[in-house]
């Protein structure tokens, strides 16, 4: 067992806790002798980086604590670099789920206008971790949980050599979901899990090596806890007749009409909403008594956050052949897609052998979706990469909520005006 470096950028996010207690269940596993915490809101970190010191003291073998506004000193000699933060903060998101709303659109932090809105900010900087990942830590792999997990993922991907994986909470919490409410065993189920981040699909359950998928979806989709398992109450008929299980974000492709019309009609955002959640988390983390997580982190969002993260690292230090939903590069593993486009997938993990299970061409009945969905992520990667403002609109308007380039011309003036502090185009 090695002693490990863990680099966490965007430690001032009242998540880091989580995955600081992710190590602390799995010390028997993983050894951490230093947690570099990095923001660039000192104030922030300094108070989430108390809690994290005093949750530290419950290790047996004590990780040592540093806190830095300094990419290169938390970066350097680091095993894993971590990335989690928000260009912009929540005030950002909340922009981004309101001007969508103006016109009619689904606001989200990640999906369409929102989501492009938050690639455009964050793309740049991310590419500045792995610049500074090249120099200073060449040989550490980078876990990426800032959103859009997928289309950031694919920016470091196409333009840097760093070695990334992206992580998701949406498939994990399905998983734990649906085995909770159908009674699964976790140490005998499969899922066969496919898609884009934030655009999956279950295409089979096994449970002891069996397929139990035409049993068990009828079942998961006339359960009264549907939309915990799957995130939402989609319609069955659709479900079954695809012969797939949508989970989470699909809600706003397959109920787009109904998912607008209930976010046009909320007073505040989710963003909105999360600003009073974080001050509030803020004020307990700065209770000196306070060495745990407090149960409040669980209004936060990101269930099973620590779990993905501390689970795929340990798969790799331990060689345990686990297999996780990971967002990699397809290299050919959905054949409809381009090799070099970012998926969400099933992947075996063995140590440094990672590797996509094979699934090959899309069902026919989600294939135009996942394909467009695609091309408009990578345009706006090609976009935010190359700073090219015409290539950013046109992005924009590829996404398939877009059914009209005028409003999307007005969408994406309002967000280069309400970013101008973060987005730089040419």
């Not at 994290?52 to 990780?63: A, H, S, V, Y």
Request: net charge negative; charged share 25%; with cysteine.
């Amino acid at each position: 067992m090695r002693d490990l470096k863990l680099a966490i950028i965007g430690s001032g996010s009242t998540y880091s806790p989580e995955i600081i207690h992710g190590f602390l269940t799995r010390e028997d596993k993983l050894r951490v002798r230093e947690f570099a915490l990095m923001d660039i809101n000192m104030s922030r970190l300094e108070v989430v980086g108390g809690l994290i010191t005093r949750m530290c003291q419950n290790f047996k073998n004590r990780p040592k604590v540093t806190m830095t506004s300094s990419l290169e000193e938390a970066i350097s000699g680091a095993d894993y670099v971590v990335t989690q933060f928000r260009v912009g903060m929540l005030p950002a998101r909340a922009k981004d789920e309101t001007i969508p709303k103006k016109y009619g659109y689904i606001g989200q932090e990640t999906t369409g206008p929102g989501g492009f809105a938050k690639a455009l900010r964050t793309i740049p900087e991310m590419l500045k971790v792995a610049a500074c990942m090249e120099k200073y830590a060449p040989d550490a792999s980078l876990i990426n949980f800032t959103n859009p997990s997928g289309i950031i993922t694919e920016a470091v991907s196409k333009y840097s050599t760093v070695k990334v994986i992206g992580l998701c909470n949406g498939p994990i919490t399905s998983y734990k979901r649906i085995n909770e409410n159908m009674g699964i065993d976790e140490n005998e189920v499969f899922y066969d899990y496919f898609g884009l981040n934030h655009l999956g699909f279950i295409r089979r359950i096994f449970i002891r090596g069996k397929d139990q998928s035409s049993e068990l979806f009828p079942k998961i989709l006339a359960h009264e806890r549907v939309s915990e398992m799957l995130g939402y109450h989609f319609n069955p008929r659709h479900a079954l007749a695809m012969g797939i299980l949508p989970v989470g974000y699909l809600q706003y492709y397959l109920h787009e009409k109904e998912k607008a019309a209930e976010l046009c009609a909320q007073e505040k955002s989710r963003g909105e909403l999360l600003i009073d959640v974080d001050k509030e988390l803020l004020k307990q983390y700065a209770d000196p008594e306070l060495k745990t997580k407090p149960p409040g982190l669980d209004q936060r969002g990101g269930a099973w956050y620590s779990e993905a993260a501390v689970a795929l690292i340990n798969s790799v230090e331990n060689d345990d052949g686990k297999v996780h939903t990971i967002n990699v590069m397809n290299n050919g593993v959905i054949t409809d897609l381009p090799d070099d486009a970012v998926i969400e997938i099933t992947a075996l993990v063995k140590g440094q052998c990672i590797k996509p299970l094979h699934f090959g061409a899309l069902p026919i009945g989600v294939r135009g979706l996942i394909q467009h969905v695609k091309a408009y992520e990578s345009l706006t990667v090609e976009a935010a990469a190359t700073h090219e403002k015409e290539k950013a609109f046109l992005a924009l308007c590829s996404h398939p909520f877009m059914d009209s380039t005028n409003v999307a011309e007005k969408i994406f003036e309002d967000i280069l005006e309400a970013h101008r502090e973060f987005i730089n185009l040419n």
